[in-house]
């Protein structure tokens, strides 16, 4: 169920009939949705729906597993992210990515944010070094870490270096910011200041959300899709899937009965 139809131009990403196989098992079928600019979209579904391949074809990640297949498009700004001429490259770029599991370089917390800058070209310690305050500020966490910034990132408690992750991907100035799963591992004090961050990053950014956790989905996203064995079942305002879904596959997986 779609939402509303609103202006082409409310929308940065657009997934148009999408299919994907791994080998010979479709794990994506016939996919169509709008991703609105600005807006927080979250995932939902059971283990196994489909919903981390989807979010991998976002930045193409997909492309490093051999048996990986994709028919259908998905648009950025309308442009193809799978048209041949596009560098991937520019893709992860443009669309950045946070895992489930922390996972920051073994190098200083400095070092981590700059390092995607270095690979960009920049080179100037001035420039490097605004990069990196404005980075960790818009992931909030300069305020805990400008005095230890030399320090290895290993030393950060988990929810710090899944900001620190943030901040990382934030630095090479990203369209859109996709995590997945990014509080599974962390404990409730340190999952409510991600989801404060994700609340304030939607300001400059598009970000969608892979979660388990409906709650988390109610707290923090404007809209939401429903997977279930690959299909999307229900795309519409979290607002009207939490309280009055269109399918009784949405209800039923929301309120507990399965998955």
């Known amino acids: 169920m779609k939402p509303p139809k609103t202006d082409s131009s409310d929308f940065i990403l657009s997934v148009q009939n999408l299919n994907a196989w791994y080998h010979t098992t479709q794990v994506l079928q016939e996919i169509s949705f709008d991703i609105q600019r600005h807006k927080v979209t979250a995932l939902i579904g059971p283990s196994g729906c489909g919903k981390s391949t989807l979010i991998r074809c976002f930045n193409r990640m997909n492309d490093f597993i051999a048996t990986f297949k994709l028919a259908g498009q998905i648009l950025l700004e309308g442009q193809d992210l799978y048209d041949p001429a596009i560098d991937p490259v520019e893709v992860r770029l443009r669309v950045g990515m946070v895992f489930q599991k922390q996972n920051p370089f073994p190098k200083s917390i400095y070092e981590n944010v700059a390092y995607g800058p270095r690979i960009s070209g920049i080179r100037r310690r001035h420039q490097l070094d605004a990069i990196v305050e404005e980075s960790l500020k818009r992931a909030a966490l300069w305020d805990e870490v400008k005095d230890k910034l030399k320090a290895n990132a290993y030393t950060l408690s988990g929810g710090q270096q899944q900001r620190l992750c943030i901040a990382r991907t934030l630095a090479v ?5 996709l995590l997945d799963e990014p509080c599974s591992a962390l404990d409730p004090i340190a999952t409510a200041k991600i989801e404060e961050l994700i609340l304030k990053l939607k300001d400059d950014y598009t ?8 709650q988390q989905a109610a707290r923090v996203s404007d809209f939401t899709a429903f997977f279930y064995l690959g299909e999307l079942v229900e795309f519409w305002a979290t607002d009207k899937i939490f309280t009055v879904p269109k399918d009784p596959q949405t209800e039923a997986y929301i309120t507990g009965k399965f998955g």
């Open 173 to 177: 100035e990203p369209e859109v910011l």
């Open 207 to 214: 970000v969608v959300i892979v979660t388990h956790n409906m």
